[in-house]
Structures are given as C-alpha cells and as structure tokens.
C-alpha cells in the first residue's frame, strides 16, 4: 500500500535550520506532485509548498517564501523540505502530501495520500 513517511522534525531555536524528509512507497513517485502542509495547533491545515511531478516548478505560501525550498530525489521516491531562518511561528506538525498527476495545487483536497506527519517546534 502507499505510504508517505516523514522524519526530520524536532525542538529548535529561531533562527536555526532544519531539513524534513519524505520518503514515498508503494507508488510510481513521478507520477505524483508532492506537497508539506502544516498545522498548528487549535488551527486548520495550511499549505506550505509544493513541487511538480518532474521537479521544475515549486509553490510556496507568502509567510515561507525566501526561507523554505522544496525539493525531490527521483532516486530515493523522497522529497525534502529545508527551512531556513525558523520563527516561532513555524510551530507545527509538517505534514507530506502526494497528488496524482497533479501539477502543485495550494489545496489539501487535491491530494491523495499523507503522512503522519512530524513535529517541528520553534523556540523564541
């Protein structure tokens, strides 16, 4: 069965750096566009970014843009988020998305299947 698998999360400070990983299985990874959403808690889901299936165009939400970059290892079925310049307000569960043919959508309904999600919190 499909799987998406998140790992990377963790307690960090503002300012810091870190990079989450999702690895993909029991689907043909390139056929898939691959989104990060985020929730915090007592809020909705959010969209963060996104990359197409062959990796050329990326998406990213107005408060992430300049600081976050997407991107996907066709070899390792894995995409990556590295997150740079961390806030306070980055505080959330991360979760990975996969969207069948689909070209990068903003919206959590496009997507097919997710993660479990992982945590990220930021220290002030």
């Known amino acids: 069965q499909v799987q998406l698998v998140e790992s990377g999360g963790g307690l960090v400070q503002a300012g810091d750096s870190l990079t989450l990983s999702c690895t993909a299985s029991?689907?043909?990874?390139?056929?898939?566009?691959m989104g990060w959403f985020r929730q915090a808690p007592g809020k909705e889901r959010k969209f963060v970014t996104s990359?197409?299936?062959?990796?050329?165009?990326?998406y990213y939400a107005d408060s992430v843009r300049g600081r976050f970059t997407i991107s996907r290892d066709k070899a390792k079925n894995t995409v990556y988020l590295r997150m740079n310049s961390l806030k306070s307000e980055d505080t959330a569960v991360y979760y990975c998305?996969?969207?069948?043919w689909g070209r990068g959508a903003d919206s959590a309904s496009e997507y097919d299947y997710w993660g479990q999600g992982t945590q990220v919190t930021v220290s002030a």
């Open positions: 990359i197409s299936r062959a990796g050329y165009s990326a």
């Open positions: 998305a996969a969207d069948l």
């Open positions: 029991g689907l043909t990874f390139r056929n898939f566009a």
